[in-house]
């Protein structure tokens, strides 16, 4: 535990990429040995680098809709571990949407972290970014459609951006089969009863 907790403290303090970052370093993630539940994501977005707390904002209520769990549970270090592709906020890019997560940050960071999180039960790739990294480049569409045939205790998602929500309405087979298959591995990950998560 000392250990996570110390390479934990020094990627909160990381600034390896400070002068590639618009609002500056500050290095967003959630972790504990005891999590079950593993969330990669893409990257913070500049409501999340305010507030020092992943997810907390409109993505973050569509993604615990999806996974049917509270804001508690989500955001209890013992149970929900969050790692993203990059800690830190990466700024727009000049076309609109923000920039891809820092390179360099996944390598160094989730190396060291992950290993330290024995308990893990279930990881769920959210966004391109971190399916990407997970499966190979490629089009996230396909690998998030294949969740039939996909381990047990890795999931594909799309990010849960406002975006998402034509692709929801084009896609039903995401609200009616990949969404309980989700609530109901979640639950299991977290030992949750579905009806109290």
Same mark, same amino acid.
């Given at each position: 535990?000392?250990?996570?907790?110390?390479i934990a403290t020094a990627a909160r303090a990381c600034t390896l990429? %400070?002068?590639?970052?618009?609002?500056? +370093?500050? /290095?967003?993630?959630?972790?504990?040995?005891?999590? !079950? =539940? *593993?969330?990669?994501?893409?990257?913070?977005?500049?409501?999340?680098?305010?507030?020092?707390?992943?997810?907390?904002?409109?993505?973050?209520?569509?993604?615990?809709?999806?996974?049917?769990?509270?804001?508690?549970?989500f955001y209890d270090a013992s149970r929900v571990a969050i790692l993203?592709?990059?800690?830190?906020?990466?700024?727009?890019? %000049?076309?609109?949407?923000?920039?891809? +997560?820092? /390179?360099?940050?996944?390598?160094?960071?989730?190396? !060291? =972290? *992950?290993?330290l999180m024995p308990q893990l039960r279930l990881t769920l790739l959210?966004?391109?970014?971190?399916?990407?990294?997970?499966?190979?480049?490629?089009?996230?569409?396909?690998?998030?459609?294949?969740?039939?045939?996909?381990?047990?205790?890795?999931?594909?998602?799309?990010?849960?951006?406002?975006?998402?929500?034509?692709?929801?309405?084009?896609?039903?087979?995401?609200?009616?089969?990949?969404?309980?298959?989700?609530?109901?591995?979640?639950?299991?990950? *977290?030992?949750?009863?579905?009806?109290?998560?």
């Amino acid at each position: 535990m000392a250990a996570l907790d110390d390479i934990a403290t020094a990627a909160r303090a990381c600034t390896l990429c %400070a002068a590639e970052l618009p609002l500056g +370093p500050r /290095p967003v993630l959630q972790v504990s040995a005891t999590a !079950r =539940l *593993l969330i990669t994501s893409q990257a913070p977005g500049t409501k999340v680098h305010l507030s020092g707390r992943p997810f907390t904002d409109a993505s973050g209520d569509r993604l615990r809709a999806w996974l049917g769990i509270s804001a508690d549970v989500f955001y209890d270090a013992s149970r929900v571990a969050i790692l993203p592709m990059g800690l830190c906020y990466p700024g727009v890019l %000049a076309r609109g949407g923000d920039r891809p +997560p820092m /390179p360099i940050c996944a390598p160094i960071w989730h190396p !060291r =972290l *992950l290993p330290l999180m024995p308990q893990l039960r279930l990881t769920l790739l959210v966004g391109s970014y971190a399916i990407a990294r997970r499966f190979g480049p490629g089009s996230m569409a396909p690998v998030v459609a294949g969740f039939r045939d996909a381990p047990a205790d890795v999931m594909a998602l799309p990010h849960p951006s406002w975006r998402t929500l034509g692709w929801e309405r084009r896609t039903p087979w995401f609200v009616d089969e990949l969404l309980p298959l989700l609530r109901s591995r979640v639950a299991a990950a *977290l030992e949750l009863p579905q009806e109290l998560s």
